[in-house]
């Protein structure tokens, strides 16, 4: 996959077809089997994982060139964002055993502030007044959507909470390492190397292994075309956007998740989440309808 110059529209668009991917983690999720549901959280991330290597690394073999001797030329610039997305992959399922759902997505919604914050301090990226109010109308609509399910924070979910605010410190640290470094750096190896990081970290949690031949194969979808893919679509993306940009079009993962849990699953959605979503879909509509407006011009001025 080339990085081409992108409009500012097409970049959205191929972000959001790479969070509509990412959102149907929790709809085939509740199709694996009830055991591994209960039990199996290590070996779900160990294969979704170990999946999405298989699916990067077969692109990387036949559609690019040095195939998987590109992880190698990647500097610690690959290194760094290799490392991001093994955290990312790892850290979500972790907390996910510790703490609830509501809990964890409560934290990672606050990716475009860290995101926002570490841009301006890494890469000096000046940003709008009206991108500071949509993340801070997001992150409204994201603690209004969950905040009637939130469990009380005892140790246990306070550890959850702390794991899964590693989530979006790595997002944040990994698209600025993107825009850092991406005219001279190849970034695509760097998905293969996270997922692979990730699949032997969670391999001694995941013995012995338990998964039948239809977990199997709708955890092969997740690595595939939920984890390995999409994080294709962002790294041409991130060439694109700005770093605080792409961390609030991802907070659309958990609007199409909910969506996918309740045409997929059976999963109502309360009026909070009804309302909290539309808050959410709202804030980045403005943003993207502002930004496309704005670019629009300039190319007429030009």
């Known amino acids: 996959m080339s990085a081409p110059a992108l409009t500012h529209r097409r970049a ?16 085939v999720t509740r199709h694996l089997s009830p055991e591994l549901q209960r039990v199996g959280r290590f070996e779900i991330t160990f294969w979704r994982s170990f999946f999405a290597a298989c699916f990067v690394g077969v692109y990387l073999l036949f559609w ?16 760094i964002s290799g490392l991001c997305w093994a955290t990312m992959y790892s850290a979500f399922m972790l907390a996910l055993t510790l703490t609830t759902t509501a809990n964890t997505l409560v934290v990672l919604s606050v990716g475009p502030l860290v995101a926002a914050l570490l841009a301006r301090l890494v890469l000096g ?11 801070i109308a997001a992150l409204f609509g994201m603690a209004w959507m969950f905040a009637r399910d ?3 924070l005892g140790a246990t979910h306070l ?25 001279r750096v190849d970034f695509i190896p760097a998905v293969f190397l ?27 979808l997740l690595g595939f075309f939920q984890l390995g893919l999409p994080c294709m679509f962002l790294v041409v993306v991130a060439r694109n956007l700005p770093a605080h940009e792409v961390a609030l079009l991802a ?16 999963e109502t959605p309360s009026r ?13 509509a403005v943003n993207e309808l502002a930004a496309t407006r704005r670019e629009a011009t300039s190319n007429a001025a030009a």
Request: aromatic fraction near 6%.
């Open 272 to 284: 909070a989440t009804l309302s909290g979503g539309a808050i959410v879909l709202g804030a980045l």
């Open 150 to 152: 939130a469990a009380g």
């Open 64 to 79: 690019r060139h040095g195939g998987l001797r590109a992880v190698a030329t990647g500097g610690w610039p690959g290194v």
């Open 12 to 27: 959205v668009g191929l972000m959001v077809c790479a969070t509509l991917l990412w959102s149907i983690a929790g709809v």
């Open 194 to 220: 996270g997922a692979v990081l990730s699949a032997l970290a969670m391999l001694p949690f995941a013995v012995p292994l338990q998964s039948g031949p239809r977990d199997i194969t709708l955890l092969a």
């Open 125 to 135: 990226t000046r940003i709008g007044l009206r991108t500071w109010a949509a993340i």
């Open 159 to 183: 550890a959850g909470m702390m794991i899964a605010f590693a989530v979006p410190l790595a997002a944040a640290i990994n698209l600025v390492t993107l825009q850092r470094a991406r005219v």
């Open 251 to 266: 907070l659309l993962e958990v609007v199409f998740g909910t969506l996918w849990a309740w045409l997929g699953a059976g």
